[in-house]
């Protein structure tokens, strides 16, 4: 059975204060993994899709990387904006269906 | 522009009742999915449709129903037999194969 967890649940950080949020899964056979942002009350917004081991992808503050077993997500130089839950997703080969963590919360205090 | 459109986005309901949950898409995608959101939970998966008038159940199907008469129109309808309703809706698409969920806004249901 595919799973993902992810660590911490809920984290804390100043304004500028690097950290990383981490993704661990297990599926048999990696179609794809995937980290979304949601705000509260809203849907979750697509932030980067990984396919491989050693693969990376940036975008502004964000970089995630993945591993065979874990993707991490860090964030440079946070910004009060960057508050949100974090969700990483993977996707199997064997179906379409994708099975989700239960997400970071990041608090960026100013 | 294209997207996925989720209605209403809040909803109370009395119990016995049985309510529906719109959900369109304008982006050709083939797959769509509903799914459940809980507080300090992961998303569930409720029911998927990989092309229209197929759709298989997810982890927690029972006490729901969709259907899938079109490519674009994927409702969800919460019946009385879902014994604890209340909760955030989210409805996605995808293409076929690899590759990147797109999710609505969701919508908040409540029994009272």
């Known amino acids: 059975e595919d799973q993902v967890t992810q660590s911490p649940e809920a984290l804390r950080l100043q304004e500028g204060e690097s950290s990383s949020l981490n993704c661990s899964y297990t599926?048999?056979?990696?179609?794809?993994l995937f980290w979304y942002r949601q705000d509260p009350g809203k849907g979750p917004e697509f932030l980067f899709t990984?396919?491989?081991a050693g693969e990376e992808k940036e975008k502004e503050r964000l970089k995630a990387t993945l591993t065979k077993k874990e993707s991490f997500l860090h964030i440079t130089a946070p910004k009060p904006e960057d508050s949100a839950t974090y969700l990483c997703a993977v996707q199997g080969n064997y179906g379409q269906n994708f099975v989700f963590g239960p997400g970071t919360r990041l608090s960026v205090l100013p | 522009d294209g997207g996925i459109t989720q209605s209403p986005k809040y909803l109370f309901r009395k119990e016995g009742q049985n309510v529906t949950l719109s959900c369109e898409q304008n982006l050709n995608h083939d797959a769509m999915y509903w799914y459940r959101q809980d507080p300090g939970q992961g998303l569930r998966l409720i029911y998927y449709?990989?092309?229209?008038?197929?759709?298989q159940k997810g982890d927690i199907a029972e006490g729901y129903s969709v259907s899938r008469e079109k490519k674009e129109s994927f409702p969800l309808t919460v019946t009385s037999a879902q014994k604890n309703p209340t909760a955030f809706y989210l409805c996605a698409s995808s293409t076929q194969g690899p590759g990147e969920l797109f999710f609505g806004e969701g919508s908040r249901l409540t029994v009272l």
């Open positions: 449709s990989q092309i229209v008038n197929d759709f």
């Open positions: 599926v048999s056979g990696l179609r794809g």
């Open positions: 990984l396919y491989s």
